[in-house]
């Protein structure tokens, strides 16, 4: 049995999207106010960009892992 201390797999990927998911929020608000504000450059925010399509990717396949599609 586990030690109360240690977190099983599937705990540890909870944390792990709840991690990403308000990265991916952090990153939208930086890509907005950039784009609002003018301040920011193409690339920097097209970098941005490519950064939360990363995370979002990786979200989608923890969400995928929580919870699978079982085809019968």
């Given amino acids: 049995m586990n030690a109360p ?3 099983d797999h599937v705990e540890v990927l909870r944390v ?3 991690v990403l998911e308000r990265e991916h929020r952090d990153l939208d608000e930086a890509i907005r106010a950039l784009e609002e504000r003018g301040t920011g450059d193409v690339f920097t925010i097209r970098r941005l960009k ?8 990786r979200i989608r396949q923890i969400e995928d892992e929580l919870n699978p599609d079982i085809i019968a």
């Fill in 16 to 18: 792990r999207l709840q």
């Fill in 5 to 7: 201390h240690e977190m």
């Fill in 50 to 57: 490519k950064q939360k399509l990363a995370l979002k990717d």
